[in-house]
């Protein structure tokens, strides 16, 4: 029931704009149709933000326990609802929300096994996480106790380097690195602590400074000793790739918070299904260029044709009107006139790069190209990797009618929908769109033609290097190689997609979404807008015949079936 009163918001949210412009009053203009849900939305945004910022110490057994109860007495809101006398608007958000509640659940216990994982090796972090709490709470303290208590601390965490040390069974590496940016938030969280309280209380310095001083050396040389001889890198390598793999199970659990009714498997097949397609065409345009069926020799020539220092801006912008252009003149989507004049341009840092080697999106477009800090090799494989025409297919994808154009008009619908936000909508728009014209011809070229197969081909390799990590079954390097092998990618370039894919600050699934989200919306307007014979009412009948039935196995070619899409995409499309 809940998957299909979403389908439902799926098609209003994308009526066409003459029947948008039916507004009985201009205020409607301005005004999304009635929910009270949206109030409790917001509420629980608010509750949810005073209890972050109260309980700082991240991996507290109180802020843990503080958030399930949150997410408990939420549920009981929700789940005490009479859905079927709710209003359209108010199913979709009891439906959203009741999905989101469920996963942030699951979410704490598994964060709460992975910081059991870690206590191993961080035996102390309860101490520095109880102190925390207790200045949060405003607890008086004794200072000749809280002394105590740090040198206790220091020898604490001497015992355990020299524990560790000592013992021929290492932990996991994964584990020891996700131990090693944990201490560096305890430190944090520590030094916060201690800053609260020195100088302002000058008997609380009188005590503690050099106790504190101790422990601060000996979370140092800790820090140091887990990097070195447990993760197996260097204090100030920065381009090591480790990552955290979480399993098939944790997998299946992210697939199913979005909607996604497929295995990790399925998934990993149907990728290569696409590259498969991607190569047969990577042939065709290859043969167009004179290289016969070697589409590497085609690549590597695409590669050459990269700008003059200097030119790089001038070259997106150019990029950035003609898709503008392009999608007005043949009225494939509605431009508000703020949206083209407001977006805007960065040139990336050369940090930054390391692990966003080409673009980044939205309002701004930020830029990737050599700086004059770059060594000579990184300098040619930023340019080779950001040619005009690897930028021509990927440029609208981060603007318009991609990211910047999705954004605008997201922040003024349904902002409350913001925390249901999913890649599967984020990146799957911006796909769709490369779908879409590369089936208008928009890259007109051979040229053109491999470098918007380049990207596809990249996003095919995103879902079986990252599902692959995550099923422990291909290492960091492993997953370099095969956008190197496979691919064609730059070698620096393909450690930075690696590196931003398993540096923590992407979600598991996130890879997967640009092309599994860009084939959901690419096959609704197959069967919506190309499928001139079918009526709305008549799409509404199917959807409504379909509500309760299970996955198909069904397969139409190398994409997915109807039933799974309309499933899928009731994720996908979460928001206007």
Same mark, same amino acid.
């Given at each position: 029931?809940?998957?299909?009163?979403?389908?439902?918001?799926?098609?209003?949210?994308?009526?066409?704009?003459?029947?948008?412009?039916?507004?009985?009053?201009?205020?409607?203009?301005?005004?999304?149709?009635?929910?009270?849900?949206?109030?409790?939305?917001?509420?629980?945004?608010?509750? $949810?933000?005073?209890?972050?910022?109260?309980?700082?110490?991240?991996?507290?057994?109180?802020?843990?326990?503080?958030?399930?109860?949150? $997410?408990?007495?939420?549920?009981?809101?929700?789940?005490?609802? #009479?859905?079927?006398?709710?209003?359209?608007?108010?199913?979709?958000?009891?439906?959203?929300?009741?999905? $989101?509640?469920?996963?942030?659940?699951?979410?704490?216990?598994?964060?709460?096994?992975?910081?059991? +994982?870690?206590?191993?090796?961080?035996?102390?972090?309860?101490?520095?996480?109880?102190?925390?709490?207790?200045?949060?709470?405003?607890? *008086?303290?004794?200072?000749?106790?809280?002394?105590?208590?740090?040198?206790?601390?220091?020898?604490?965490?001497?015992?355990?380097?020299?524990?560790?040390?000592?013992? *021929?069974?290492?932990?996991?590496?994964?584990?020891?690195?996700?131990?090693?940016?944990?201490?560096?938030?305890?430190?944090?969280?520590?030094?916060? =602590?201690?800053?609260?309280?020195?100088?302002?209380?000058?008997?609380?310095?009188?005590?503690?400074?050099?106790?504190?001083?101790?422990?601060?050396?000996?979370?140092?040389?800790?820090?140091?000793?887990?990097?070195?001889?447990?993760?197996?890198?260097?204090? #100030?390598?920065?381009?090591?790739?480790?990552?955290?793999?979480?399993?098939?199970?944790?997998?299946?659990?992210?697939?199913?918070?979005?909607?996604?009714?497929?295995? *990790?498997?399925?998934?990993?097949?149907?990728?290569?299904?696409?590259?498969?397609?991607?190569?047969? +065409?990577?042939?065709?345009?290859?043969?167009?260029?004179?290289?016969?069926?070697?589409?590497?020799?085609?690549?590597?020539?695409?590669?050459?044709?990269?700008?003059?220092?200097?030119?790089?801006?001038?070259?997106?912008?150019?990029?950035?009107?003609?898709?503008?252009? $392009?999608? +007005?003149?043949?009225?494939?989507?509605?431009?508000?006139?703020?949206?083209?004049?407001?977006?805007?341009?960065?040139?990336?840092? *050369?940090?930054?790069?390391?692990?966003?080697?080409?673009?980044?999106?939205?309002?701004?477009?930020?830029?990737?190209?050599?700086?004059?800090?770059?060594?000579?090799?990184?300098?040619?494989?930023?340019?080779?990797?950001?040619?005009?025409?690897?930028?021509?297919?990927?440029?609208?994808?981060?603007?318009?009618?991609?990211?910047?154009?999705?954004?605008?008009?997201?922040?003024?619908?349904?902002?409350?929908?913001?925390?249901?936000?999913?890649?599967?909508?984020?990146?799957?728009?911006?796909?769709?769109?490369?779908?879409?014209? =590369?089936?208008?011809?928009?890259?007109?070229?051979?040229?053109?033609?491999?470098?918007?197969?380049? =990207?596809?081909?990249?996003?095919?390799?995103?879902?079986?290097?990252?599902?692959?990590?995550?099923?422990?079954?291909?290492?960091?390097? +492993?997953?370099?190689?095969?956008?190197?092998?496979?691919?064609?990618?730059?070698? #620096?370039?393909?450690?930075?997609?690696?590196?931003?894919?398993?540096?923590?600050?992407?979600?598991?699934?996130?890879?997967?979404?640009?092309?599994?989200?860009?084939?959901?919306?690419?096959?609704?307007?197959?069967?919506?807008?190309?499928?001139?014979?079918?009526?709305?009412?008549?799409?509404?009948?199917?959807?409504?015949?379909?509500?309760?039935?299970?996955?198909?196995?069904?397969?139409?070619?190398?994409?997915?079936?109807?039933?799974?899409?309309?499933?899928?995409?009731?994720?996908?499309?979460?928001?206007?």
């Amino acid at each position: 029931m809940k998957r299909s009163i979403l389908c439902f918001f799926i098609l209003f949210a994308f009526l066409p704009p003459a029947a948008l412009s039916q507004r009985k009053d201009q205020l409607d203009a301005y005004n999304e149709p009635p929910s009270r849900l949206r109030g409790v939305i917001e509420k629980f945004g608010e509750d $949810y933000g005073s209890i972050d910022r109260f309980y700082t110490a991240r991996t507290s057994a109180n802020r843990i326990a503080r958030f399930r109860r949150l $997410y408990s007495d939420y549920t009981t809101v929700i789940t005490g609802l #009479d859905f079927a006398s709710l209003n359209h608007d108010e199913q979709i958000d009891f439906a959203l929300f009741k999905n $989101y509640l469920d996963h942030e659940q699951k979410e704490l216990t598994r964060f709460e096994k992975q910081v059991a +994982e870690m206590a191993p090796i961080l035996p102390f972090a309860n101490v520095i996480n109880d102190l925390e709490d207790q200045r949060r709470r405003l607890e *008086p303290i004794d200072p000749a106790k809280t002394a105590a208590e740090l040198t206790q601390l220091s020898k604490q965490i001497d015992a355990a380097q020299k524990s560790l040390d000592s013992n *021929p069974n290492k932990p996991k590496r994964t584990v020891a690195n996700r131990a090693a940016r944990t201490l560096a938030t305890l430190r944090s969280t520590l030094r916060n =602590w201690y800053n609260f309280h020195y100088a302002y209380d000058p008997t609380f310095t009188w005590w503690n400074a050099e106790p504190y001083k101790s422990v601060e050396d000996s979370l140092q040389k800790y820090s140091e000793f887990i990097v070195a001889k447990l993760v197996g890198i260097s204090p #100030d390598d920065k381009t090591t790739i480790i990552g955290d793999p979480i399993g098939r199970d944790a997998l299946i659990d992210e697939l199913k918070y979005e909607m996604i009714p497929y295995t *990790p498997e399925e998934l990993v097949q149907i990728a290569n299904k696409e590259f498969a397609w991607c190569e047969d +065409e990577m042939k065709k345009a290859s043969r167009d260029m004179g290289y016969g069926d070697d589409w590497k020799k085609a690549l590597e020539a695409v590669k050459q044709k990269y700008v003059e220092p200097g030119k790089q801006d001038q070259l997106i912008r150019d990029q950035a009107m003609e898709a503008i252009e $392009y999608v +007005e003149k043949n009225d494939l989507v509605t431009v508000p006139k703020l949206a083209r004049e407001s977006w805007r341009m960065e040139m990336m840092s *050369p940090e930054r790069q390391l692990q966003s080697p080409f673009f980044l999106g939205g309002e701004t477009i930020l830029v990737s190209y050599p700086t004059s800090s770059m060594t000579h090799e990184q300098k040619m494989m930023s340019m080779r990797g950001n040619n005009p025409h690897f930028t021509h297919a990927v440029t609208h994808h981060e603007l318009i009618p991609g990211h910047h154009l999705q954004r605008f008009r997201t922040e003024r619908f349904r902002p409350d929908r913001t925390r249901f936000w999913t890649p599967f909508w984020g990146e799957g728009w911006a796909l769709y769109w490369e779908f879409l014209l =590369w089936d208008r011809g928009f890259n007109k070229t051979a040229e053109d033609r491999v470098g918007a197969l380049f =990207w596809r081909m990249h996003r095919c390799a995103r879902i079986i290097f990252s599902l692959n990590f995550h099923l422990e079954k291909m290492s960091p390097q +492993e997953a370099v190689d095969f956008l190197v092998e496979r691919v064609g990618h730059e070698r #620096d370039n393909a450690a930075a997609e690696v590196r931003r894919s398993f540096s923590g600050d992407y979600g598991p699934l996130y890879q997967i979404a640009y092309m599994m989200g860009g084939l959901q919306f690419y096959n609704l307007h197959r069967e919506l807008v190309d499928s001139k014979g079918r009526s709305r009412s008549r799409w509404f009948a199917r959807f409504s015949q379909i509500k309760n039935s299970r996955r198909t196995t069904a397969r139409h070619g190398s994409f997915i079936s109807s039933e799974d899409r309309i499933v899928i995409v009731c994720k996908v499309i979460n928001r206007r």
